[in-house]
């Protein structure tokens, strides 16, 4: 079970960190991710930390956003920096255990207001 906290309301150019906080099993052998979905749109891809600590980011958040992983708390964190009125979005988290994206939380809404 994975279950995001953090997400809130901030003006631009504030910041806001999520959590991810895993129960269950370990994130240590996993790779976890942040994806989010505005309103009326699709899902997009926002950040990833592999098992093996490799980074990788979405181009809109790129140099803003900096996800990190605790394996000894179970949890994965995504900061946010210098948020924008289009960051606003809801973010999950998801677990990738053996080539995709098997496990997501219910999402944490983020509303960034101009």
């Known amino acids: 079970q994975l279950v995001e906290s953090g997400g809130g309301v901030v003006q631009a150019g504030g910041s806001l960190r999520l959590s991810c906080a895993a129960s269950g099993r370990a994130l240590s052998s996993a790779d976890m991710g942040w994806f989010r979905q505005a309103p009326g749109k699709g899902r997009e891809f926002v950040a990833a930390i592999t098992r093996y600590g490799v980074l990788i980011y979405g181009d809109s958040v790129k140099g803003r956003f900096t996800i990190s992983r605790d394996n000894a708390k179970n949890t994965v964190y995504l900061q946010m920096n210098s948020l924008k009125p289009e960051d606003t979005a809801v973010y999950y988290c998801?677990?990738?255990?053996?080539?995709?994206?098997?496990?997501w939380g219910k999402g944490a809404p983020v509303t960034v207001s101009s």
């Open positions: 998801a677990a990738d255990l053996g080539g995709s994206w098997d496990y």
